[in-house]
Nanobody
């Protein structure tokens, strides 16, 4: 089992920045990819960014150039630096980890961007 705990959300005005953190615990040695997803009210959960154990990254087109995913050490923790935030970035952000045991999700953290 893998447990994921997110931190760093909150409220900010458009153009501002926030940094999300995700700490993994439990059986973490088998994690291959970690990432961030988000879900806005009335919408489906969508990919924001992922990072592999080899350091490869992938971003949604809507955040490319504004958000940066990184990690401290081999896998843990994982950060999402969010700059130039827009009101449409408002959502609950979820940390995700994929390992040979399965896929795991954090409890989610709210990010609110006001105009």
């Amino acid at each position: 089992q893998v447990q994921l705990v997110e931190s760093g959300g909150g409220s900010v005005q458009a153009g501002g920045s926030l940094r999300l953190s995700c700490a993994a615990s439990g059986i973490i040695f088998g994690i291959s990819t970690m990432g961030w997803y988000r879900q806005a009210p009335g919408k489906q959960r969508e990919l924001v960014a992922t990072i592999t154990s080899g350091g490869g990254t992938n971003y949604a087109d809507s955040v490319e150039g504004r958000f940066t995913i990184s990690r401290d050490g081999a896998k843990n923790p994982v950060y999402l630096q969010m700059d130039s935030l827009k009101p449409e970035d408002t959502a609950v952000y979820y940390c995700n980890a994929v390992s040979y045991l399965g896929a795991y999700w954090g409890q989610g953290i709210q990010v609110t961007v006001s105009p």
